[in-house]
């Protein structure tokens, strides 16, 4: 019997090891949900949103390294699965949507949900087509997971509603065999990066997800060097845990101690890492820059010796050239203050912090309503959760929590949308990861905005019975925007969110719902969302005065914080 356009599909998944496919069901999909209803090995995961099945199918491929998959149908469905697929696309990583469409005759007349799929995917995708005929396929579906594989990046096929039941012409089996290859510079330019190195004085390292597969080339690199590691928060994972060179991020996020490391070298080595922020940056230092995408290198900062290949390889041929540095003075500088700061993170974290003499002065002007510490917070969960956890976190103030207090030690994993940086991805990306492994233990860094903004899908953990963590940053406010407008003299306007007992939101969904609201309670709260073996969501009410102080505070963003303050007790005074 011939195979459908829908069953090739399918089986294709299959024979590449696909498990899961995200989505909500529809007319132009019917044909490959059936088709996924009938398959062995593929199940279907439906969600009450198309961008959390893309957030979750971007979540798998991240942690796989493989072809994460997901469905929208005709029209709103696709139209819904843009963000998550944008994220995808910004994170580098392969993912294959199936999207409807509707029936041929009726393309090009302004059909009920009609939307012209090729032209709304032009910009995320790498590859995108429109099946007309099954006479395409295979050819087309391998040339679709190819690209997104090869490419790194979102391919999506779209389907007429009467395309997916058409049976194949014939039976041609599905080739997709692609084999990666890793890029070594030649010779002569390992030999100019390395003579800069020799000669280049004090060197700190500025380490990036590209670096990951190469943990222990990239350590010996920085002993050679006597050079500190300042890591991007993407870097975390893989370089955190057991790394006596690493110094924490730079950036916004980051500390004093990165911030000195970039400073004070003479020369910057950039390894595996597009890190955009501009303004951190330091000036007048040689940069060498490894980067497997050619396009990546000094696009952010001028560079002297562009390295255009996989940084595994060019770290080996580097440590064969470049001499051992006797002067430890930049590292171990760099080493003991951000071992004094982190000792000073300890303290912001503790329990009993507001308790002692300066946590009770500075409660007065930032904390007067007693609430809990989101640092205290942070610190509580990592002390909790098991040392292969994966962790997502949303973007905002819960990832500059994570950022400082959530150490990826071990065989933790960490997701976030750290290149699009969208809100509400850390629930989604947590359903996908718990979806490969219902063992692992996921925790999810969640906003009280992100959460809300796609709050439905706790119903998918429910009806899925996924033991996801969730851990509610609960400040009523949208706090990155607050902090932004502050910083700016702006006073705080519209950032505050009426939200409900998130808690008993979850109850009523039959997840486990915790809700802390004082410091005492933390402790017991944690523990007990952690011994759980279900679904928890723990609604912690943290205090949105809050401040992450970034690594080298301007005087500009500290006057911008003095003006704003007034102006808001000025607006509450005269209410």
Request: hydrophobic letters at 40%.
């Amino acid at each position: 019997m011939a195979r459908t356009v829908a069953r090739l599909v399918v089986d294709t998944l299959e024979e590449l090891g696909v498990r899961q496919v995200f989505g909500v069901v529809g007319d132009a999909l019917n044909p490959f949900t059936d088709a996924i209803r009938a398959s062995g090995t593929v199940s279907w995961v439906g969600c009450r949103h198309e961008e959390v099945a893309a957030f979750a199918a971007g979540a798998q491929s991240q942690l796989t390294d493989t072809l994460g998959v997901c469905m929208g149908t005709v029209g709103p469905g696709s139209v819904h699965l843009l963000n998550g697929l944008y994220d995808a696309a910004k994170s580098g990583t392969p993912v294959l949507a199936i999207a409807g469409q509707v029936p041929q005759p009726e393309i090009g007349t302004d059909y009920f949900q009609e939307v012209d799929n090729d032209l709304l995917f032009k910009d995320v995708a790498v590859f995108r087509a429109t099946v007309t005929s099954p006479a395409q396929l295979p050819a087309l579906l391998e040339v679709a997971v190819r690209t997104a594989v090869g490419r790194r990046g979102v391919a999506v096929l779209t389907v007429p509603g009467d395309v997916g039941d058409l049976e194949l012409p014939d039976d041609r089996p599905v080739r997709l065999s692609l084999t990666g290859s890793a890029n070594r510079p030649d010779d002569p330019a390992l030999d100019e990066a390395a003579s800069v190195l020799d000669d280049g004085g004090k060197v700190t390292l500025l380490v990036g997800r590209g670096a990951r597969g190469c943990r222990q080339e990239v350590l010996a690199l920085a002993e050679r060097l006597a050079a500190p590691m300042v890591i991007t928060l993407k870097a975390k994972e893989g370089f955190e845990g057991d790394n006596p060179y690493q110094v924490g991020q730079t950036g916004l996020i980051g500390n004093p101690a990165a911030a000195h490391a970039m400073d004070h070298a003479d020369t910057l080595v950039l390894l595996g890492t597009d890190f955009p922020y501009r303004d951190w940056y330091p000036e007048g230092k040689k940069v060498i820059q490894v980067d497997r995408v050619a396009e990546h290198i000094g696009r952010r900062v001028p560079v002297d010796v562009g390295l255009a290949a996989d940084v595994g390889p060019t770290v080996r041929g580097l440590l064969e050239r470049v001499r051992q540095r006797i002067d430890r003075g930049h590292l171990d500088s760099a080493r003991t203050k951000f071992t004094k700061w982190q000792e000073g993170q300890r303290d912001l974290a503790s329990p009993d912090h507001d308790r002692g003499l300066l946590g009770k002065v500075r409660s007065k002007f930032d904390n007067r309503s007693h609430l809990v510490r989101p640092e205290a917070l942070a610190a509580a969960v990592d002390a909790a959760a098991d040392e292969d956890a994966v962790f997502t976190s949303d973007t905002g103030m819960a990832t500059v929590w994570l950022s400082r207090f959530v150490e990826m030690r071990g065989d933790r994993r960490l997701l976030g949308s750290y290149n699009l940086g969208s809100m509400a991805n850390a629930m989604p990306q947590a359903i996908g990861a718990q979806m490969l492994d219902r063992d692992r233990q996921v925790v999810a860094f969640c906003g009280d905005g992100g959460l809300s903004m796609l709050l439905g899908d706790l119903m998918t953990i429910r009806t899925e019975r996924l033991p996801v963590k969730l851990v509610v940053f609960d400040n009523q406010r949208l706090g990155m925007v607050k902090l932004e407008q502050e910083q700016a003299g702006l006073p705080e306007f519209g950032t505050v969110l009426d939200n409900p007992d998130f808690a008993a939101v979850a109850q009523a969904l039959g997840i486990t719902g915790i809700r802390v609201t004082r410091p005492e309670e933390l402790a017991d709260a944690v523990k007990r969302a952690f011994a759980e073996p279900g679904p928890v969501l723990l609604d912690v009410l943290t205090n949105p005065d809050e401040i992450a102080v970034p690594g080298k505070a301007t005087v500009q963003q500290g006057w911008g914080f003095a003006i704003a303050k007034v102006k808001e007790n000025l607006s509450s005074s005269s209410r």
